[in-house]
Structures are given as C-alpha cells and as structure tokens.
Nanobody, 123 residues
Framework: QVQFVESGGGLVQPGGSLRLSCAAS????????MGWHRQAPGKQRELVAA???????NYADSVKGRFTISRDKAKNTVYLQMNSLKPGDTAVYYC?????????????????WGQGTQVTVSS
C-alpha cells in the first residue's frame, strides 16, 4: 500500500510564504513524476507544479517566479516553496506521484494522491 501525506498548510498573510511537504511511503520501487495541484472552492482542480525524476520542472503561469517545486528522491518527498502569496492562491493543495511499487504478483504502476492540505491567504 502506497500513501502520500501532505503537511505545511495553514493561514498566511498576503505576501507571506509557506512550504508544503509531501512524503510518500509504502512498498515503493520508484517514483517518476511528482506534482502539486490545487482546488479552490467552486473551481476545478488545477496543476500548480510538477517535477520529473530527473529534475525537470513545469509551473502554472499563475505561480511562475513565486513557487518552487523540488524533491528529495532518497526520502520520496516533494516540496513546494510558495512565496509572495496572494489571496488567489487560497485552495486545498494536493500532491500526487506516478509510482512503481511491489505487488503480490510482481510490480504495478499507479498514480497516487494525498488527502490535501488547506492553504489560506488572508489578512
């Protein structure tokens, strides 16, 4: 069983910073791409940032220059450093990963999601 657990959300004032973490655990053989998505009330879930296993990154236009995604492959952890936060960044943030793991019959490759962490930007 593979699990993704996010942490680091909270309430922050506009212009402030937060760092989200997401740790994957379980019978993991390899994690390919990892990413962060967010969903604001009444809106669809959207990609915020993604990182490949070799470190290539991709960002939504709305967060470029403010957010930085990184990962620690040894710890199966992905981070999202969020700076210059705006009220429009308020959302539930979810991490996900493309995971190769042990299975009873060999291996399997699935996408897994965390349960989400709330980020609220407000004065």
């Amino acid at each position: 069983q593979v699990q993704f657990v996010e942490s680091g959300g909270g309430l922050v004032q506009p212009g402030g910073s937060l760092r989200l973490s997401c740790a994957a655990s379980g019978s993991i053989l390899n994690i390919y791409a990892m990413g962060w998505h967010r969903q604001a009330p009444g809106k669809q879930r959207e990609l915020v940032a993604a990182i490949t296993s070799d470190g290539r990154t991709n960002y939504a236009d709305s967060v470029k220059g403010r957010f930085t995604i990184s990962r620690d492959k040894a710890k199966n952890t992905v981070y999202l450093q969020m700076n210059s936060l705006k009220p429009g960044d308020t959302a539930v943030y979810y991490c996900n990963g493309d995971v190769l793991s042990h299975a009873n019959w060999g291996t399997r490759r699935n996408e897994y999601w965390g349960q989400g962490t709330q980020v609220t930007v407000s004065s």
